[in-house]
């Protein structure tokens, strides 16, 4: 299966991920067939496409794009499967969930049609058991809201083809993301880990009484330049003191316990007590699509 022969893409659970890859698919002019259980999801969906196509059009929409290019069928695409070029499964994170809903795709769906999940931590080992055809299967991680964060994890699992990783990172890079190969199953993947390694100090500086939130936010945002004589020189030069304070963050690393909740709560609040987090939201969405924009064109690392 090769990006220009996907056409139709089946979207399975259109909540928060769903809906925003959906607006993705439109957007680059797919045809999109989208189910979800709930009631009320289809409107919800609709209201959903409404509210974020502005955004799409200032990012650029495929010369065939439509909003209206979708269907929702209902609680399953089941009746559809025969019609589809790639599924990308939106279901809540749970197991059994994933297990059932992949194990029917899987079963319906001609065999050359990629099933990628948006799980962010489940790995797709643990939902293959059922599947006829495992080599298909694969996790495709997006970040929210994916109609606007470029990065996608590509986790396959030891069954995944070859020719499916590779058809797949081809899929998303002409969607526009910027895949990445995460090569092994790990807990919680690969960007979540890095995340949770920044967090973790974060928390615990904050926790310790070393800095307060915004100052964490500050020293973030404001440093953390780079020299010019490369990775192994500043390992050589930093590597050694480096060493120490891994050895000292280990030993006050943050223990997630009620007490130290409340005194990174309190810190929080004293920074973003008075903000609103939808207009906080919105404007972080509007930064984005301008810095998507920049981007585009520009070369490396982005
Ligand atoms: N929210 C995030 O920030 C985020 C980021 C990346 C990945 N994910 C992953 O994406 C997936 C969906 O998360 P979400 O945040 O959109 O959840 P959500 O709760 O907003 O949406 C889940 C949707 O699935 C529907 N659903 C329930 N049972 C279903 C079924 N059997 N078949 C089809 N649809 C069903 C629900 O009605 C709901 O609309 C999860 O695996 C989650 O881990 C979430």
Redesign the pocket.
């Known amino acids: 299966m090769t990006s220009s022969s996907i056409r139709t893409v089946g979207v399975?659970?259109?909540?928060?991920?769903?809906g925003s890859w959906t607006g993705l698919f439109l957007a680059k002019g797919l045809h999109v067939l989208v189910?979800?259980?709930?009631p009320g999801?289809e409107e919800k969906l609709a209201a959903y496409l409404d509210s974020i196509w502005r955004t799409l059009e200032q990012l650029g929409l495929a010369g065939n794009a439509s909003k209206d290019n979708y269907r929702f069928v209902g609680e399953?695409l089941e009746a559809h499967y025969g019609e589809l070029d790639f599924v990308q499964e939106?279901?809540?994170?749970r197991l059994g969930?994933k297990i059932q809903?992949i194990g029917e795709i899987d079963a319906g769906m001609r065999p050359d049609v990629i099933i990628a999940?948006?799980?962010?931590?489940i790995t797709s080992s643990h939902f293959i058991d059922n599947c006829q055809h495992p080599e298909r299967v694969l996790i495709g991680?997006?970040?929210?809201p994916p109609h606007l964060m470029p990065l996608v994890e590509v986790v396959p699992n030891q069954k995944t083809s070859a020719e499916n990783i590779k058809a797949e990172l081809s899929f998303y890079k002409w969607l526009g993301k910027n895949p990445v190969l995460v090569k092994k199953e790990v807990p919680g993947f690969a960007a979540n880990r890095l995340q949770a390694g920044l967090c973790s100090e974060a928390y615990s500086l904050v926790r310790n009484g070393v800095l307060s939130a915004e100052d964490v936010v500050m020293a973030k945002i404001s440093g953390g330049g780079g020299g010019k004589y490369g990775f192994q020189h500043l390992m050589r030069h930093l590597g050694p003191a480096m060493e120490g304070w891994l050895e000292d963050m280990r030993a006050h690393s943050y223990d997630f316990g009620e007490d130290s909740l409340a005194v990174c709560e309190g810190s929080v609040q004293e920074m973003l007590g008075h903000v609103d987090p939808e207009e906080v939201g919105k404007q972080r969405d509007e930064l984005l699509v301008k810095l998507l924009s920049l981007k585009v064109g520009a070369s490396a690392l982005v």
């Not at 939106?90 to 994170?93: F, I, Q």
């Open positions: 399975v659970g259109t909540g928060v991920i769903g189910s979800d259980p709930a999801a399953t939106n279901a809540p994170e969930i809903l999940s948006s799980s962010s931590g991680h997006p970040f929210n």
